[in-house]
């Protein structure tokens, strides 16, 4: 144990208000939701020195709202609620899905959505769920509120389009305008629990009654520095019937949305070829 | 005659030690509040190989606020003695491998004192590195002796060459295992300080109390009675305790003497997994002579194991991987060469299994192969070969008794239904519609129990039972409880011995102050051997009880009244024995020829898995095993150790990579160095053979290490089954299958 709390300064808002205020003062104070990730680097000391802007004294942004146009969901929403909601795992079961291989049950009872998404860790499983459903990320900062569309939050590994001073508020999700006829969501991971991704995919597709597609979404997480959707082989499959033939172009047109690499955790060959596994298996079943 | 007390043994009571560790009040040390005492932090050398030029100390830092030991505080030998004096105990000149001790900094703030760390600059003359077997062998760069070798081993037996021309077939193979990290629960720590007489005291996680004491009588150039090692409860160990304590210990104790504050020095995951010890990586060659109806005719075995950068235990884990690199199979013609190499890496040393899962591995894929060039089922060829009563092993040991192998095959494959289930995964596995390949793979494997040859006469181990004054009875051995349950067993042995409840019997905390020296606590010697001299040391009191008061009390009440007579006005009777060689047990260790070991455990496995077609995923569906333990003592705990042993070693078989670069193990924390979970856990089903041994404890022989020897080599047979695939080398992970079907170019 690293972690010199005396070194620390911990900012408490009590309300949103608060912290948007105490973040604009301290911009260069860390926001903590759960802290799953925070206290891996606080444990080797990676904080000493830090301001902390804690943020669970922040009620607003711990549900999740029906509204019209979909569902929004707190920022400060663990991973156990999402698991467990049952309006999300109806209408958005892949997000459920998600939620529910995260870490282990004990990180999913910290860990929040807002917390996982300003993380931005490129193998977050919850991404390539929330990339299909096209989410909204929802901000508010002392200059105002902003809308951000997932993928557009996302700058590189670990970093994210956020302002100094900026939190996240909410993730809205759109209901879908018809129920899709296929859907995936599928974690490769390095064990059964408590795993970090090698490859993690989400997907959606429509088809047309002449079984031709009429939209497909793709998603996958780990594959590059941030969660992709599969661009050139959702634009190839449109309007087309799902046959081998077919299904094989869509899986060479894979890799021009993603550039997996080798790590600790596994090879490049390996992730595309997995990925590729996974769309075929899902375009073809 | 009074009626003969229920049996204590074999029934699975409940651990002595649950209830502290159930409601969490068990002390482990850094759960000791110690009123004013430093905490300590090491800082450690960053390079493979070279000489430190200078150590500067940051001016502006406030160095006076700090304790700081160095090499030249060390009053006695700046040596860990082990089995041999080669690792310092702090570095002065020259660095051997990354992560070497060089010096303590201590403060009362635990985060001040890793900050300070940061505040020394170290500047190095860096040599060339070897980090590989291949290297080390080749002598890329002399880091020890003529030929970087630290220990060798020769066993012959019969001819080979006319093993070799007598054979219709000969089948060779290399195989190759990686590091494997312990990865005990509770990190290592230990808390030093110094008593008012001046004598040094150690309290913390350790294996073997009196290896650390005999370490700290050289390093303090103390009294041994003015050295005491404490055992605090031990958050399991699994051989990495074993010989590291000793340098922890050393660090703790001289920052403690030369601040004159008790001193904690607790490693956290991270700084544990890239310094401590890990198993040794090996290569290991076979070169196997058969005739066509399977009997085994010639075996040449080459082993090479890296030790790292120190002896550490090094000779002796290679003595085992040597002893039990034929497999448990009878074979007239042998020879078995083995080495273990240096190399500029933090030095391996024990792991459960020492030494036999990396040659078992080696020896039990071999026969695999052996069985496809046959086209035999390696099941049958097992049968054929299997050890027996009345078998010669390599080093000319004859199997007197005991020798369960055949069993535990028969009955493992009997209740897997492992015929049976290789005639329905061949079909589940031929119809492309199927979401997985599924597969199925046996291993049969031996372990020695024991010190090898000699070794059990040279320790010379000691234990007692003591009876107190006040009615308690006590159990007095340096054996340490480190989640194996040794104390729950020794407890229901003396009640067993003693015809009297076993809550009537404690068991005294591992002090060297307080018990004999039982040796380590290691090597599946804890139950057989310490066991033993327990059970002989509890007839004694009963001899005694029965001798003064006809009887043996069967509750506190009696026994408070024959204690005080038996006591006679000393506050205890200690009944101390220790052991004795067989006399016709014979060993020579220049020959390496003789009784290897007094007895040896059997045991067989078989590992139902499926590979899924997608993601090359493996999941082990279902471990049956039958595994002959001569007598279990506690058989709920003996399953215990069987179903922990096994999970160890599937995370050795599928998962566990230490990613070693540069010397650096650069995944030392539980994010990458991945081992199984609860949920990668099989259902198993484990069976308990019960071939007596009459030297151990009501028949009871080795169990500890066994379960980590032989599920490895099953796992990657089942891969083969389900994949057709064969991998000679583990961890097999989805990657390795994926590259093999893009070689083969297969398609989904």
């Given at each position: 144990m690293r972690g010199a709390p005396l070194s620390m300064t911990v900012l408490r808002p009590q309300s949103a208000e608060e912290a948007v205020s105490l973040f604009a003062d301290n911009p260069s104070a860390k926001p903590l939701a759960g802290g799953t990730d925070y206290m891996v680097l606080w444990n080797m000391g990676g904080a000493n020195g830090q301001c902390l802007l804690d943020l669970s004294g922040v009620k607003e942004w711990r549900t999740i709202r029906k509204t019209a146009a979909g569902l929004s969901i707190g920022a400060l929403v663990t991973h156990a609620e999402l698991r467990d909601d049952p309006v999300l795992r109806r209408e958005f079961p892949l997000l459920a899905r998600a939620a529910a291989v995260v870490g282990a049950e004990q990180i999913q009872n910290r860990g929040t959505l807002g917390g996982n998404i300003a993380n931005a860790?490129?193998?977050?499983?919850t991404f390539p769920a929330l990339a299909v459903y096209e989410a909204t990320v929802k901000t508010v900062s002392r200059k105002g509120t902003r809308s951000l569309p997932l993928l557009q939050t996302f700058s590189g590994v670990k970093k994210t389009n956020l302002e100094p001073g900026e939190l996240i508020t909410a993730i809205d999700i759109p209901y879908l305008p018809k129920r899709p006829h296929r859907q995936l969501f599928r974690k490769v991971g390095t064990r059964a629990a408590m795993a970090i991704s090698k490859t993690v995919a989400a997907a959606l597709v429509w088809l047309e009654?002449?079984?031709?597609?009429?939209e497909l979404r793709f998603a996958l997480g780990s594959m590059a520095p941030t969660v992709r959707r599969l661009k050139a082989a959702e634009e190839f499959v449109k309007g087309k019937r799902l046959t081998a033939e077919v299904a094989a172009v869509a899986c060479e047109l894979l890799k021009n949305d993603v550039s997996p690499i080798d790590d600790i955790r596994s090879t490049a060959e390996y992730r595309l070829r997995v990925s590729r596994n996974l769309l075929s298996d899902f375009l073809l079943s | 005659m009074a009626r003969p007390s229920p049996a204590k043994i074999g029934i699975g009571i409940v651990r002595t030690d649950a209830p502290q560790k159930l409601t969490g009040t068990a002390k482990y040390i850094d759960d000791y509040k110690i009123p004013g005492c430093l905490h300590a932090a090491t800082l450690r050398t960053t390079i493979a190989h070279g000489r430190i030029k200078k150590i500067t100390f940051d001016p502006a830092f406030p160095w006076h606020q700090f304790a700081i030991a160095r090499a030249?505080?060390?009053?006695?030998?700046n040596n860990v003695l082990f089995i041999e004096n080669d690792q310092p105990l702090l570095t002065e000149d020259k660095v051997m491998h990354p992560m070497q001790p060089i010096l303590i900094v201590g403060h009362q703030d635990r985060a001040q004192a890793y900050e300070a760390l940061k505040h020394i600059a170290v500047e190095y003359a860096e040599e060339n590195p070897v980090f590989s077997i291949k290297d080390s062998l080749a002598r890329r760069q002399l880091l020890r002796g003529e030929d970087n070798i630290f220990k060798k081993f020769l066993i012959e037996k019969g001819n080979l060459d006319d093993g070799f021309s007598q054979a219709d077939l000969i089948v060779e193979g290399e195989y190759k295992v990686p590091h494997q990290e312990q990865a005990y629960i509770e990190n290592h720590g230990i808390a030093a300080w110094v008593e008012n007489d001046g004598t040094i005291v150690v309290r913390g996680s350790l294996q073997c109390p009196y290896y650390v004491h005999k370490a700290l009588v050289k390093i303090f150039n103390r009294p041994p009675e003015k050295i005491r090692v404490i055992n605090a409860v031990?958050?399991?160990?699994?051989?990495?305790?074993e010989d590291y304590p000793s340098l922890i210990a050393g660090h703790a104790a001289l920052l403690a003497l030369k601040s004159g504050k008790p001193v904690k020095l607790i490693y956290d995951r991270a700084e544990d997994m890239a310094a401590t010890t890990k198993r040794h990586p090996a290569i290991i060659k076979h070169k196997t002579g058969v005739s066509k109806n399977g009997k085994l005719l010639a075996q040449d075995i080459t082993v090479f194991m890296d030790g790292g950068a120190f002896a550490t235990c090094s000779g002796v884990v290679l003595s085992r991987g040597t002893l039990h690199a034929t497999g448990p199979y009878e074979c007239p013609n042998v020879r078995v060469r083995s080495c273990v190499l240096a190399t500029n890496t933090p030095p391996n040393g024990a792991f459960r299994g020492f030494g036999v899962p990396q040659t078992i591995f080696a020896a039990e894929l071999q026969m695999e192969k052996i069985a496809a060039a046959l086209n035999l089922s390696s099941l049958e060829l097992r049968r054929r070969n299997s050890w027996k009563v009345g078998t010669i092993t390599s080093t000319g040991q004859e199997l007197k008794e005991s020798v369960g192998a055949s069993k535990c095959l028969e009955l493992c494959v009997k209740k897997a239904r492992y015929d049976k289930k290789r005639k329905e995964y061949a079909r589940w596995n031929a119809d492309p519609g199927k979401p997985t390949w599924k597969g199925i793979g046996l291993a049969l494997c031996h372990h020695g129990a024991g010190f090898t040859g000699s070794g059990e006469t040279i320790l010379a181990s000691r234990a007692a039972v003591s009876l107190l004054k006040d009615g308690r009875i006590k159990i007095l051995t340096a054996?340490?409880?480190?989640?194996?349950g040794a104390g729950t067993i020794f407890t229901q042995i003396a009640a067993q011995a003693l015809g009297m409840p076993a809550s009537l019997i404690q068991i005294e905390i591992p002090d060297t102050a307080l018990v004999p020296n039982s040796g380590p606590t290691v090597a599946s010697r804890t139950t057989m051997v310490i066991g033993r001299l327990i059970e002989r040391a509890a007839e004694q009191l009963k001899n005694e009880l029965m001798k003064s008061t006809g009887k043996v009390p069967q509750d506190r009440t009696a026994l408070k009244k024959a204690a005080r007579l038996l006591c006679d006005g000393r506050s205890a009777k200690r009944f101390e024995v220790q052991y004795e060689k067989p006399a016709d047990i014979t060993w020579d260790d220049d020959l390496y020829h003789g009784e290897a070991y007094g007895v040896f455990s059997y045991a067989a496995i078989a590992v139902s898995l499926e590979v899924d077609r997608l993601t090359y995923e493996i999941k082990v569906r279902k471990v049956t095993t039958a595994q002959d333990i001569g007598k279990a003592i506690n058989p709920t705990l003996a399953k215990g150790q069987i179903m922990g042993g096994t999970n160890q070693a599937l995370g050795y078989a599928l998962l566990e990579y230490a990613d070693f670069r540069g010397g650096w193990m650069r995944n030392s924390q539980f994010t990458n160095y991945v081992i199984p979970t609860f949920a990668d856990t099989p259902p198993m089903d484990v069976f308990l053979v019960e071939e007596p041994y009459s030297r151990g404890p009501y028949g009871a022989k080795g169990l500890g290490e066994m379960p980590m020897d032989l599920p490895a080599p099953a796992v990657v047979s089942a891969v083969h089954d389900a994949t057709s695939f064969w991998f000679n080398e583990i961890p097999v992970r989805p990657e390795h299958i994926c590259s093999e079907l893009i070689k083969a170019q297969r398609p989904l």
């Open positions: 860790s490129p193998a977050a499983d009654r002449d079984r031709t597609v009429c | 030249a505080d060390i009053p006695g030998l031990t958050g399991g160990a699994f051989g990495g305790k054996a340490t409880d480190i989640g194996q």
